[in-house]
């Protein structure tokens, strides 16, 4: 049995660990780039465009069509999609296809590229055959786009409906 001092130590430390675990759930729940696993740092037009070609070229190397995804912490829906692609069913569908993540960021950086690759919002999934990588993003030969939500049904039906 603990003496009165030892006990009002214990439960001062244990009031202590509450303060500190709802302080953390507090800052957890706000949105943020960086609180956010996995998510890609939001890049300028000139580096997204840089990648976009050596991502593109990758693709090509590898015979596999290219899947770009425009995307942002702050979107609900992208979110979804984020959690969605780890759904058993949509997994072994992805390894058909390069994937590339573009955050478009707070200040929305990369709706110029976004447009020019005919996505009018996000989150937006743009497939394109890896033939003119080289050549402006606009010229790339889309196969197939969608708008997803982050339903795996929907994630599913989309790629088993890709051709290369």
């Known amino acids: 049995m603990l003496s009165a001092r030892a006990t009002k130590i214990v439960l001062l430390a244990l009031v202590a660990l509450s303060l500190a675990i709802g302080a953390l759930a507090v800052w957890a729940r706000k949105p943020g780039p960086t609180k956010l696993t996995g998510w890609p740092r939001p890049l300028t037009d000139a580096q997204a465009r840089h990648t976009l070609k050596s991502q593109c070229r990758a693709a090509a190397e590898d015979e596999r069509l290219f899947l770009i995804e425009f995307s942002a912490p702050w979107c609900e829906h992208c979110k979804a999609v ?3 692609v780890t759904d058993p069913r949509v997994t072994p569908l992805l390894t058909a296809i390069r994937p590339l993540v573009l955050n478009v960021g707070e200040d929305e950086e990369l709706n110029t590229l976004r447009l020019e690759l005919g ?4 989150p937006a999934w743009v497939v394109v055959a890896p033939t003119h990588c080289d050549e402006a993003p606009s010229r ?15 994630l599913v039906s989309f790629l088993s409906g890709l051709r290369r």
């Open 82 to 84: 984020k959690q969605a």
């Open 119 to 122: 996505a009018r919002a996000i």
């Open 140 to 154: 790339y030969p889309r196969v197939r786009q969608t708008y997803p939500k982050g339903e795996a049904t929907e």
